[in-house]
């Protein structure tokens, strides 16, 4: 009896590390919630998804159904070159269409193969024109090739949102809910879920962790590895993650078999202690609520006291005050 009281705060506890927590714990909420802005009518080509508060966010006239991402990002100069393929479905003739992305030099867009015009607009507004339009119903790819220094915003509770610089000169993606594009051009709204893949080459002394089932990195005869990660769960943008840091991996799996690798920036390796009872925690979370429903999980541990700890799907990053205080978002450990 004890012992399932003992591992059910447990399960609590961690799940609450596992929530979007910030160090201060719950903000304190207003007497009357703000209201909404009149959302953006999320038509074929509309620069907004019509959430009523975050209207330019995401954008209208398709589903997205898979991104794969692939980078290469250079520690010292803090450099990301990327080429990202985005496989859609039209929900409305598109004779052009918006991505969102922050920042970063577009050089070049295509469209099932073929060159399509391009603009920035706003913010955020990658605005594509098709060499041809894009049917209603039909498939499509789109393929977006860009390069620069990937940027932060300050927004809300959750402080400094997206490409974050850690104390080793790593990097590491976390906010929301604008985080994903700062790295990669998306349909950034949650609305719009897809599979993740990713392929990022970094100089061989620095090790990459992501979303979903690691698959074997490929070392170049260059000084570069290229490390590849999968998420076959369709996933929200924001809940993806990359961690570029001289990590310490450790990996295992959970007794049916899902794989478990959790990582430990420079500095916070003594937090294997606290991970090695998540095997525990989700077999019992299994036991009241069925089977766990990711294809991975794990924990990125950082050494970086940033404001919160973030849910990143299916591996949680976990900031060092969370890790180093008895208290992490009201849970007691």
């Known amino acids: 009896m004890h012992r399932a009281v003992r591992a059910a705060c447990l399960a609590l506890a961690v799940m609450s590390l596992a929530a979007c927590t910030s160090r201060s714990g719950p903000a304190a909420q207003p007497s009357d919630p703000p209201e909404p802005t009149k959302p953006a009518e999320a038509k ?27 980078i290469s990002y250079d520690p010292a100069s803090r450099n990301l070159t ?8 039209a929900t409305g003739r598109l004779q052009r269409f918006n991505l969102d992305l922050q920042g970063m030099e577009v050089s070049a867009v295509q469209v099932d193969g073929k060159a399509a015009r391009f603009e920035r607009a706003g913010e955020h507004e990658l605005v594509i024109s098709p060499a041809a339009a894009v049917e209603e119903g039909a498939a499509f790819v789109t393929r977006v090739r860009y390069s620069g220094v990937p940027a932060k915003t300050e927004e809300g509770n959750l402080g400094d949102n997206g490409w974050q610089i850690a104390t080793s000169g790593g990097a590491f993606a976390a906010g929301e809910p604008h985080s ?19 392929d990022a080459r970094v100089p061989d002394e620095w090790s990459v962790i992501s979303n979903g089932v690691e698959k074997p990195a490929t070392r170049g005869s260059d000084g570069w590895t290229t490390y590849h ?6 996933i929200t943008t924001y809940l993806t993650t990359i961690g570029i840091d001289k990590w310490t991996f450790e990996r295992s799996k959970l007794a049916d078999g899902t794989p478990l690798v959790s990582a430990y920036a420079p500095g916070v390796e003594d937090k294997q202690q606290i991970e090695s009872r998540l095997p525990e925690v989700l077999d019992f979370l299994a036991s009241k609520f069925g089977p766990y429903p990711q294809s991975a999980a794990g924990g990125i541990y950082i050494n970086e006291d940033i404001g919160f700890s973030l849910e990143t799907q299916g591996r949680p990053i976990y900031a060092l005050w969370c890790t180093r205080t008895r208290t992490c978002g009201g849970a007691t450990r």
């Open 82 to 89: 990327g080429d990202t393929s985005i496989n859609a479905k």
């Open 229 to 234: 990660w999968e998420e076959p769960t369709r």
């Open 44 to 70: 074929p080509g509309a620069d907004g998804a019509g959430d009523p508060y975050y209207p330019k966010d995401g954008n209208g006239g398709y589903d997205v159904t898979g991104y794969h991402v692939s």
């Open 180 to 198: 994903a594009t700062s790295w990669y051009p998306a349909n950034d709204t949650p609305r719009d879920k897809a599979t993740f893949k990713l």
